[in-house]
């Protein structure tokens, strides 16, 4: 038998790495001129730019969290959003030493982010074992998506430039690719190192809870999908995968190592001990048949044996798989007499060698025979359970302490997150969509159906991890979907539900859909390489499958490219207002005047700009000018709940708006103009605080950045009331001092409107979720936002506190965390001291114990959320308390959260009867149009009639006859009740629409029992 020549190490380089060169060439073309260091301008790059620069200049001042004075009020940097896309940024700029500007840096760092998307699925597909081609199919699609408005793909991540979700689901799909391979270690399919796949599963985890909120539910939801499928089958579909002829994989030994792959050739190697928990390949080429990418066999059945091919072994530092010593394993090599010389390192079999067979099923058509292991000892139920629920707990656990440092002060201030609730379709929408092949919008039809393929694939003859993928696609795709959310009330498991915006869920299915698809393609092309043989019947087969994967392909690339091509995809924005560079000039100018009107003067003012309310042109002109800015519309990229838009006069001059920048306009006030551009100049800006009533204010140190505003107060009365005209926020401390060396004492402070008279607003009320919401055409200044206090005579100071109880618990979690990844990475002992304990948690009354303890959990806070509900008409139409025509129960999403509501029919009239309620001296009731819906034309309104009547009679007595308003935000009419109805009555509530199209509307009222 004339051995193989061995491949030159280029080769052998440019086949282990051509999957990543390929996706990677794919987006840096697609991506051009970015990769360059050119930055896109479109939508909201300029504001991921600004808030990174904003992040680098508070690290620089040796603070994780602080307060900005560079947008609204001021908010809370590093805290409430999620700060990885800044630190990406700050990394870029740094490891460069500064030779790129901040354009630049973001440009590299968001060219990363669009390749990770790719990468992170060409490590999906290693996982499957299904050969480089799974992920390669995965990895092109994700690149080639043209997506849609918060469903991810380019339309959302690169023209939008919403990008911090695409990151945050790249590292989760990444960290459940570690996972898995940490699994076919364990299980025996796949050479490496169990412990250095968790901690890469760690960090990837922890990067993805620091890149974006929904990463939260993704992995919460992976979980248990993980234990059905990988806990309950294994990653991968057992040794076959590494040996063909055996179904099963082989037991666990103690310690860290895999189960090996098959010896083949003719005679078992002589072979020296290994270095503890390693895993080394002979000399040969690993990557053969199937490309680097794939962690399964290196030989297809039926194929000849040949001195070349390679032995992938990882063995124990004890024991082998099947319990012998090493020395007696290597003893019994070397009485077996190899023939081949291996190097001294390479590790010892851990199966003793058997004779060669020369049947049919195990030689080529030649004849030559190859020696065959017999089938691996197949791992018990309980021992994969245990292993696969130990690599999850540990990935998990150190993700969330690795992230604790952000995600703790973050979760202790979430009542002052925003709430941007948003509903996506119904289930029967979403279905008619399927049968065009589009799992969501804009998806190519080939990629929509191949996935569905792959999804009867895994559920037929799929590997755990396939399996996982499947499900863990389906679920998210599931639960965008209105009648999902509504049929489970996840609201009522959690208050966050109700303000998530449920198109992110399909952004989080993506990748899954992807690595369906190019699971089928994979799956072919191994199976072709699997079954070729120089039997005619086998070579037909084989050739088959090659043409059924080589069409496959070749109609995903057609129908996915020709997509790409129609939406977009390709085309950068870098320009900030296309096909007008003097625009970009005249900016340019605008930025130097800015700088030097900055130079030498106060801290204590900003720039407001009035434009379109979703243009943001400008952001980034802190980055060159150092001046903050009040944006007049709406601000992405941040979380803070107060975020004025309002650009009335008072709000700005309470902002400190010095200067007022448009578009266009003239007027007395004009002090600069650049093209387009013009400045005006704003006497009336207030200062950084002010006394509402008698008294004189005199403020003596203000350094907002600092976190330190101190004033002296005088000739205050009683009702007096200090103002600063800063956002509320829990990390604010307000202290008095009655003279100079007197002691201090705190005081309690409340939030104001910006204008009008409003209701105030406690920093507790907030905390407890009480004003959750929020307004759909965004906030106007009546929101309580100013931190207020009543005024005595003396000094109050305003201090910012960056540090409390829970900054330094998660900052210590995530050293104790980091550590135990250090520890992780260098050595398997955390693995095994803790293997024990899991094995006995995964007895099968402890599962079920814990199981029914979290339906029990779930179901107890579910039901407590019902009966919170129940006194609601919604509540009573859905149990057939009340009685309907045309109106039925569901959510409504408006004040930007999703409320249970009575929804009426928008094409006849619908009537609710709820008899034997007790009203009180006025309804506590609300009606509204759906936000979406209210915001677009007025094509058709609402009539609403509220009538009562006595128990037992006939007669009904008006309430309430109004037309409902067409604006968003829900509308509170005070409606009084006949004092001799209070207790008692029934009460009809009939709502009328008239007009082409009214939007969609609905109500609830508070109804005690009498």
């Known amino acids: 038998m004339t051995a193989a020549r061995p491949r030159s190490p280029l080769v052998r380089l440019a086949v282990r790495t051509w999957p990543f060169a390929l996706v990677t060439a794919l987006g840096l073309w697609l991506l051009w001129p970015v990769p360059a260091g050119v930055m896109p301008l479109s939508a909201d790059h300029t504001v991921h730019l600004a808030r990174a620069w904003l992040y680098g200049q508070q690290l620089a001042s040796g603070h994780l969290v602080g307060w900005s004075p560079f947008w609204f009020f001021g908010f809370p940097l590093g805290e409430l959003y999620p700060p990885l896309g800044d630190l990406l940024v700050l990394a870029v700029r740094v490891l460069t030493l500064g030779l790129l500007d901040w354009a630049q840096a973001y440009a590299l760092a968001f060219t990363l982010v669009f390749l990770l998307q790719g990468w992170a699925l060409l490590r999906c597909g290693r996982a499957l074992g299904l050969g480089p081609l799974a992920g390669v199919v995965a990895a092109a699609l994700a690149l080639l998506d043209a997506g849609a408005y918060r469903e991810g793909g380019w339309i959302y991540t690169v023209t939008y430039g919403v990008w911090p979700q695409a990151l945050s689901t790249s590292l989760a799909y990444w960290a459940l690719a570690e996972l898995a391979l940490a699994a076919r270690v364990r299980e025996g399919m796949s050479p490496g190192t169990h412990h250095r796949h968790l901690a890469l599963a760690a960090l990837a985890a922890a990067a993805a809870l620091l890149a974006h909120p929904m990463s939260l539910p993704m992995l919460a939801l992976a979980a248990p999908l993980w234990l059905i499928t990988v806990g309950l089958r294994g990653a991968g579909p057992g040794a076959a995968s590494a040996n063909p002829a055996a179904g099963s994989t082989a037991p666990r030994a103690p310690g860290n190592s895999a189960a090996p792959a098959p010896v083949t050739g003719q005679a078992a190697p002589r072979v020296a001990p290994p270095a503890a928990g390693t895993a080394q390949p002979v000399s040969g080429d690993t990557s053969a048949p199937l490309g680097a990418d794939d962690a399964g066999p290196s030989v297809p059945p039926g194929a000849a044996a040949d001195a070349e091919q390679p032995v992938l072994l990882d063995t124990p530092r004890a024991a082998t798989p099947l319990g012998l010593p090493a020395a007696a394993v ?111 919008q804009l998806m190519a039809p080939a990629a929509g159906f191949t996935a569905l393929l792959g999804l009867l694939f895994a559920a037929v003859r799929g590997s755990g991890f396939l399996r996982f993928l499947a499900l863990l696609a389906l679920v998210h795709w599931l639960l965008a979907s209105t009648d999902v959310f509504w049929t489970l009330r996840l609201d009522r498991l959690s208050g966050g539900f109700s303000h998530i915006q449920y198109q992110r869920f399909l952004t989080a299915a993506k990748p899954g859909l992807f690595l369906l698809a190019g699971a089928v393609v994979g799956g072919l092309a191994v199976l072709t390489l699997r079954t070729w043989s120089k039997r005619p019947a086998a070579k037909a087969m084989a050739l088959v499958t090659a043409a059924s994967a080589a069409a496959l392909l070749v109609w995903l690339a057609r129908d996915a490219t020709n997509l790409a091509r129609r939406h977009g995809v390709g085309l950068v924005q870098v320009e900030r207002v296309p096909g007008d560079p003097a625009f970009a000039a005249a900016y340019e100018q605008f930025l130097q005047w800015a700088a030097g009107a900055r130079h030498g003067r106060p801290a204590d003012w900003r720039i407001a700009v009035r434009t379109d309310r979703n243009a943001h042109w400008f952001m980034d002109s802190p980055v060159y000018t150092g001046t903050p ?54 006497p009336n800006a207030a200062g950084i605080a002010r006394i509402d009533g008698p008294g004189e204010l005199l403020v003596e140190a203000a350094d907002l950045q600092a976190g330190r505003v101190r004033v002296r107060v005088a000739g205050t009365a009683p009702d007096s009331r200090l103002v600063f005209h800063v956002a509320g926020y829990p990390r604010w401390d307000l202290s008095f001092r009655a003279g100079d060396g007197a002691p201090a004492e705190t005081v309690p402070w409340i939030e104001v409107p910006v204008v009008g008279d409003g209701p105030s607003a406690t920093p507790e009320q907030r905390l407890r979720g009480e004003l959750r919401g929020g307004k759909a055409l965004g906030d106007d200044g009546s929101e309580p936002t100013l931190i207020a206090a009543p005024a005595r005579d003396g000094v109050f100071e305003l201090r910012y506190a960056r540090w409390r109880w829970f900054d330094a618990a998660g900052l210590l979690a995530s050293l104790a965390a980091l550590l135990a990844c250090v520890s992780l990475v260098r050595s398997p002992r955390l693995v095994d001291r803790l293997r024990p304990l899991a094995r006995r948690l995964a007895h099968p009354v402890v599962l079920v114990a814990v199981a029914a303890a979290a339906v029990l959990f779930a179901g107890l806070r579910w039901r407590a959320a019902a009966e919170r509900e129940r006194p609601l008409a919604s509540a009573r139409l859905a149990d057939g308390r009340a009685a309907g025509t045309h109106a039925r129960s569901g959510p409504l999403k408006t004040d930007m959260l999703i409320f249970p509501a009575v929804l009426a029919d928008p094409r006849r009239p619908s009537e609710v009867i709820l008899e034997d309620v007790a009203p009180g001296p006025a309804l506590d009731a609300w009606f509204a149009l759906d936000d979406d819906d209210a915001k677009q034309r007025r094509r058709g309104s609402y009539r609403v009639q509220i009538d009562a009547r006595a128990p037992g009679s006939a007669a009904w007595t008006p309430l309430a006859d109004f037309t409902a308003a067409h604006r968003p935000d829900r509308q509170r009419p005070r409606i009084p009740v006949p004092e001799d109805m209070q207790r008692a009555a029934d009460l009809a509530v009939r709502i009328t629409p008239s007009g082409e199209a009214p939007p969609r509307f609905g109500f609830d009222i508070a109804l005690t029992e009498p």
């Open 330 to 440: 290597a003893s019994a090599s070397a009485t077996a007499g190899a023939s081949q010389p291996v190097p001294a390192d390479i590790p010892p079999p851990a199966l003793s060698p058997v004779p060669a067979d020369t049947s049919p099923a195990l030689t080529g058509a030649g004849g030559s025979a190859r020696a065959e292991l017999p089938p691996p000892c197949p791992l018990a139920r309980r021992e994969r359970l245990a292993g696969a629920a130990l690599d999850l707990a540990l990935a998990l656990a150190l993700g969330l302490g690795l992230a604790a440092w952000w995600l703790w002060p973050m979760t202790a201030h979430r009542g002052y997150m925003a709430s941007y609730g948003w509903l996506y379709a119904p289930l029967d929408a979403m279905l008619r969509m399927l049968q065009a092949g589009q799992w969501t």
């Open 629 to 682: 800015i009040y944006k007049i519309g709406f601000t992405p990229g941040d979380n803070f709940v107060h975020k004025p838009e309002s650009g009335s006069a008072r709000v700005l001059d309470l902002a400190q708006a010095r200067y007022l920048l448009t578009q266009g306009g003239s007027g007395s006030a004009q002090v600069a103009s650049f093209g387009p551009l013009r400045v005006f100049e704003r």
